[in-house]
């Protein structure tokens, strides 16, 4: 059997600060349950006020844009139509996104369930820094 694990972050449009705690208790299981609803295993899902993490185990024919559109999608809809938020709700249309070894996934799991300990003296933009570092390659030559 092959799985893929994938950590992967994204934003809520223009960085609003609009999941507050009580918003975020229901809105990860929402996430979760939807999402094994339409065949995408989430290993788990945190975040805090601005930003989402999410840890997918992903089948080989699983595509993670389209993954993570549909999780975008289906998590938007439901704050919108349950009214959670005196605003429309919207994610960013960017995010980041980087494997995990097996070996390396129970690691994951503890760093997404900190969240909100960590962004007390961390913030988002040193976060996705950590992923920029596995994107740049250095330049041959």
Not at 10 to 32: D, F, H, K, N
Not at 84 to 94: P, Q, S, Y
Request: hydrophobic share 40%; aromatic share 8%.
């Amino acid at each position: 059997m092959v799985y893929l694990f994938v950590h992967a972050i994204w934003c809520v449009a223009r960085r609003e600060t609009l999941l507050s705690r009580p918003v975020r208790r229901v809105l990860w299981g929402q996430i979760q349950k939807e999402a094994g609803e339409k065949g995408i295993k989430i290993v788990v899902v945190g975040g805090v006020d601005d930003h989402v993490h999410c840890l997918f185990q992903l089948m080989p024919a699983q595509n993670l844009a389209q993954v993570i559109r549909t999780v975008r999608s289906l998590s938007a809809d439901w704050l919108n139509d349950n009214k959670l938020l005196t605003v429309a709700f919207e994610w960013e249309e960017g995010y980041a996104a980087c494997s995990v070894s097996p070996s390396g996934v129970q690691q994951v799991v503890e760093y997404i369930g900190k969240q909100e300990e960590i962004h007390r003296t961390k913030t988002l933009e040193s976060e996705l820094q950590i992923f920029d570092k596995f994107q740049n390659r250095p330049e041959a030559g």
